[in-house]
């Protein structure tokens, strides 16, 4: 079937810290894969994609890589900020399925100052 | 990306009332839409999917006759919530799938949520 394995969290880190959200997935055909971040009390904001093995994504310094071989796609930043605390869930979505998604169970990050 | 929005965005409403969640997409024609469901510090549940013209498709476990789900054009979604209890008190999102601002892949864009508190 297709699901998706996220970090379990809270995560936090001290303010430019770098940053590395694991993300697995299994899927029964060729998946596009998300990472979406949902801040307190607002809905879920697209934050980056990859629609094929190998392609990166990358918005606002998070880059993640679509890793067949691995059947990942780790969100990394390099340098994160107080503004960056949120929750980050990782995603997957197969058109065979009539475009439903699969959600992770959501990765809380937290930076402090 | 497509904007898509929520109404409204907190509700309270006493036990044994219906509650009318209205979702819509603003700058595209959503073939489907998506509801879900999201308990604090959890991830979303998907509650139905609902195509254009047609009846939603619930998920296991789902009441439909408690969560009535309408689909009447391609921008507009409402969810029902009827005789809430406060069980029912959750945080609701939709979402509008589709491929939107000349995307290659389809995507689904979320509204801000509604928070629903019965008491």
């Known amino acids: 079937g297709n699901s998706v394995t996220q970090m379990e969290g809270p995560v936090t880190l001290s303010e430019e810290a770098f940053l590395t959200i694991n993300c697995t997935y299994t899927?029964?055909?060729?998946?596009?894969l998300f990472w979406y971040v949902q801040y307190p009390g607002e809905g879920l904001q697209l934050l980056l994609k990859?629609?094929?093995?190998?392609d990166k994504g990358s918005n606002k310094g998070f880059e993640a890589t679509y890793r067949k071989e691995t059947t990942s796609f780790h969100l990394e930043k390099g340098s994160v900020q107080v503004s960056d605390s949120a929750v980050y869930f990782c995603?997957?979505?197969?058109?065979?399925?009539?475009?439903?998604?699969?959600f992770g169970t959501g990765t809380s990050l937290t930076v402090i100052p | 990306g497509a904007v898509v929005s929520q109404h409204p965005s907190r509700v309270i409403c006493k036990s044994g009332t219906s509650v009318k969640i209205e979702c819509r997409s603003l700058?595209?024609?959503?073939?489907?839409m998506f509801w879900y469901r999201q308990f604090p510090k959890q991830s979303l549940m998907l509650m139905a999917t609902?195509?254009?013209?047609?009846?939603?498709?619930?998920e296991q476990g789902v009441e439909k006759d408690k969560f009535l789900i309408n689909h009447a054009s391609l921008t507009l979604s409402t969810l029902t919530v009827t005789s809430a209890h406060p069980e029912d008190s959750s945080f609701y999102i939709c979402?509008?799938?589709?491929?939107?601002?000349?995307?290659?892949?389809?995507?689904?864009?979320f509204g801000p949520g509604t928070r629903l508190t019965v008491t």
């Open positions: 979402s509008a799938g589709g491929l939107a601002g000349g995307a290659l892949v389809y995507e689904q864009y």
């Open positions: 899927a029964t055909g060729y998946p596009s």
């Open positions: 990859a629609t094929k093995a190998d």
């Open positions: 995603a997957l979505s197969v058109r065979n399925t009539g475009n439903q998604f699969y």
């Open positions: 700058d595209f024609q959503a073939t489907t």
């Open positions: 609902s195509n254009e013209g047609s009846k939603a498709t619930y």
